[in-house]
């Protein structure tokens, strides 16, 4: 790597790709059972993790509603205290775009910010992960972790779907728009922004339904896109999506991503790109943070004040002024976040013979939200990306999650190179994950029956109204609906 490239972030991505060819090659050899420890290999593809995950940390921050540096800064200790805590080799932990948008949606995060301010969203959001952390936690000790599992496929689908929906409407302002503001107003201003109104009026929970007339506007009205940000957007985007057929084979997951970014971070820095960027990213001071041994060991992460966060008036502002709302809440978002953990962990069982522990990984869960609000991030659950990752590039044990978040934190001086990087590019990043699966819902198109209404119910309330309350409105049709027909057509649980 070289330390004086003006990109050395990306210089260092594709050096490890060409470094590791032979090193990835024998280790998708050997997929069956737990894999042997072997810290050289969690070494390299911690360092691989870290490299190729720093878009997707910054794009997700912007997806809760603030700036994007502040999920550089905030990422390192919950990943550090998940791979402390989990069991799995492989699983990792993260801002993901399902938790940026609940995080968003139930806390109202456009409006909060409007009325207080960033500094102010971000206690907000804080003390929301360790009300989660803390429910999930209990949730283990009463036996939960198993009980997710049985939650009907059906009301997964759905759940996703709407959940999808609401991530790609928090990314096409900032994707077809140099500036995300000039959507969110022409949407107000138009035919689109009436029927918002009507429908809040009429249920004042629709949270969602902003979004979807945002992407209704954005589809319709192409003319009224920015030119240079909707191109940047577009053909990121496209390459995202289709590189993956041409690239060499020794390139990790993850690095379409890197070279799409830093394409367009080029492009930002040369021809002076006037859009929406990242901005400035301040220096992390290694004075500060935690000392450890009596010094001789800093860790350069500021540790907000939690007996503070506590005190935040979450409640009173966001769950109309009800502790016994603000639990539930933190209750639902922990068990629909836990459906990731148990999907992937389920996957890396059933294909890779590796055994997991339901109440283990919840309490994980917990413990790595907990790290996330003493430190300012959102609430985090597993990435099957990152995981999926992890796994091809030869992870062994933990201690890969635990190099990622060590060379997150100690990096923190040499992010700044990701300043001038268009947001649409950040966006694209987004997208990219999710719209082929709105545009075309194979899952839910194949649901038949009571399975398909429960679907359907679940996608569109969870779309329209919030990501908390679809899923429990989608619970309850699915009990109603089977109570009625005597449970013909029943879905599978996963």
Same mark, same amino acid.
């Given at each position: 790597?070289?330390?004086?490239?003006?990109?050395? @972030?990306?210089?260092?991505?594709?050096?490890?790709? @060409?470094?590791?060819?032979? @090193?990835?090659?024998? *280790?998708?050899?050997?997929?069956?059972?737990?894999?042997?420890?072997?810290?050289?290999?969690?070494?390299?593809?911690?360092?691989?993790?870290?490299?190729?995950?720093?878009?997707?940390?910054?794009?997700?921050?912007?997806?809760?509603?603030?700036?994007?540096?502040?999920?550089?800064?905030?990422?390192?200790?919950? #990943?550090?205290?998940?791979? #402390?805590?989990? =069991? $799995?080799?492989?699983?990792?932990?993260?801002?993901?775009?399902?938790?940026?948008?609940?995080? *968003?949606?139930?806390? &109202?995060?456009?409006?909060? %910010?409007?009325?207080?301010?960033?500094?102010?969203?971000?206690?907000?959001?804080?003390?929301?992960? #360790?009300?989660?952390?803390?429910?999930?936690?209990?949730?283990?000790?009463?036996?939960?972790?198993?009980? +997710?599992?049985?939650?009907? &496929? +059906?009301?997964?689908? /759905?759940?996703?779907?709407?959940?999808?929906?609401?991530?790609?409407?928090?990314?096409?302002?900032?994707?077809?728009?140099?500036?995300?503001?000039?959507?969110?107003?022409?949407?107000?201003?138009?035919?689109?922004?009436?029927?918002?109104?009507?429908?809040?009026?009429?249920?004042?929970?629709?949270?969602?339904?902003? /979004?979807?007339?945002?992407?209704?506007?954005?589809?319709? @009205?192409?003319?009224?896109?920015?030119?240079?940000?909707?191109?940047?957007?577009?053909?990121?985007?496209?390459?995202?999506?289709?590189?993956?057929?041409?690239?060499?084979?020794?390139?990790?997951?993850?690095?379409?991503?890197?070279?799409?970014?830093?394409?367009?971070?080029?492009?930002?820095?040369?021809?002076?790109?006037?859009?929406?960027?990242? &901005?400035?990213?301040?220096?992390?001071?290694?004075?500060?943070? !935690? $000392?450890?041994?009596?010094?001789?060991?800093?860790?350069? %992460?500021?540790?907000?004040?939690?007996?503070?966060?506590?005190?935040?008036?979450?409640?009173?502002?966001?769950?109309?002024?009800?502790?016994?709302?603000?639990?539930?809440?933190?209750?639902?978002?922990?068990?629909?976040?836990?459906?990731?953990?148990?999907?992937?962990?389920?996957?890396?069982?059933?294909?890779?013979?590796?055994?997991?522990? +339901?109440?283990?990984?919840?309490?994980?869960? /917990?413990? $790595?939200?907990?790290?996330?609000?003493?430190?300012?991030?959102?609430?985090?659950? =597993?990435?099957?990306?990152?995981? !999926?990752?992890?796994?091809?590039?030869?992870?062994?044990?933990?201690?890969?999650?635990?190099?990622?978040?060590?060379?997150?934190?100690?990096?923190?001086?040499?992010?700044?190179?990701?300043?001038?990087?268009?947001?649409?590019? !950040?966006?694209?990043?987004?997208? $990219?994950?999710?719209?082929?699966?709105?545009?075309?819902?194979?899952?839910?198109?194949?649901?038949?029956?009571?399975?398909?209404?429960?679907?359907? %119910?679940?996608?569109?309330?969870?779309?329209?109204?919030?990501?908390? !309350?679809?899923?429990?409105?989608?619970?309850?049709?699915?009990?109603?609906?089977?109570?009625?027909?005597?449970?013909?057509?029943?879905?599978?649980?996963?």
């Amino acid at each position: 790597c070289n330390p004086r490239s003006a990109f050395p @972030h990306f210089v260092c991505t594709t050096a490890f790709g @060409h470094c590791l060819q032979q @090193h990835i090659a024998l *280790k998708r050899i050997a997929t069956m059972g737990a894999p042997t420890f072997n810290p050289i290999s969690d070494i390299i593809s911690g360092a691989i993790m870290a490299a190729t995950s720093v878009p997707q940390l910054i794009a997700y921050a912007e997806t809760v509603g603030y700036a994007g540096y502040r999920g550089l800064t905030t990422a390192g200790a919950p #990943l550090f205290a998940w791979g #402390l805590a989990t =069991g $799995s080799p492989w699983m990792n932990s993260g801002v993901t775009s399902l938790t940026a948008v609940m995080a *968003k949606t139930d806390l &109202g995060g456009e409006v909060y %910010v409007a009325m207080y301010g960033e500094e102010e969203y971000v206690d907000l959001v804080s003390a929301y992960s #360790l009300y989660i952390g803390i429910a999930s936690i209990v949730m283990a000790s009463v036996g939960f972790g198993k009980l +997710a599992q049985k939650v009907p &496929g +059906a009301v997964k689908t /759905g759940f996703k779907w709407g959940c999808e929906l609401g991530v790609l409407s928090s990314a096409l302002p900032n994707g077809l728009y140099a500036f995300g503001s000039t959507l969110k107003t022409n949407t107000a201003n138009s035919a689109f922004g009436d029927v918002v109104k009507a429908v809040k009026t009429a249920v004042p929970s629709a949270t969602g339904v902003s /979004g979807v007339a945002n992407i209704a506007y954005a589809v319709t @009205h192409p003319q009224t896109w920015d030119l240079v940000p909707a191109i940047i957007f577009l053909s990121c985007t496209l390459f995202v999506m289709k590189s993956k057929s041409f690239m060499p084979k020794f390139m990790p997951p993850g690095s379409e991503v890197v070279i799409a970014t830093a394409a367009a971070t080029v492009f930002s820095v040369y021809y002076g790109y006037e859009g929406g960027m990242v &901005g400035e990213i301040p220096t992390a001071d290694f004075n500060s943070g !935690l $000392s450890l041994f009596n010094g001789m060991i800093s860790i350069p %992460v500021e540790i907000m004040d939690v007996k503070a966060l506590l005190n935040v008036p979450i409640a009173e502002r966001c769950f109309d002024g009800s502790i016994i709302k603000l639990f539930i809440a933190a209750a639902i978002f922990s068990g629909v976040n836990f459906l990731s953990i148990v999907g992937i962990a389920s996957g890396f069982e059933a294909e890779n013979s590796v055994p997991w522990s +339901a109440p283990r990984e919840l309490i994980a869960q /917990g413990v $790595s939200n907990l790290a996330a609000g003493a430190v300012g991030s959102a609430p985090v659950s =597993g990435s099957m990306s990152r995981s !999926l990752v992890s796994r091809m590039t030869g992870a062994s044990s933990q201690m890969a999650c635990i190099v990622t978040a060590l060379l997150w934190i100690y990096m923190m001086p040499y992010m700044s190179i990701m300043s001038p990087t268009p947001k649409a590019a !950040l966006s694209s990043v987004i997208v $990219s994950a999710v719209v082929k699966n709105v545009v075309m819902p194979k899952k839910i198109l194949q649901l038949k029956g009571t399975d398909f209404v429960v679907g359907v %119910v679940s996608a569109v309330t969870t779309a329209i109204t919030s990501p908390t !309350l679809g899923f429990g409105v989608g619970m309850v049709a699915y009990i109603a609906i089977n109570a009625v027909t005597g449970g013909k057509g029943k879905s599978k649980t996963a």
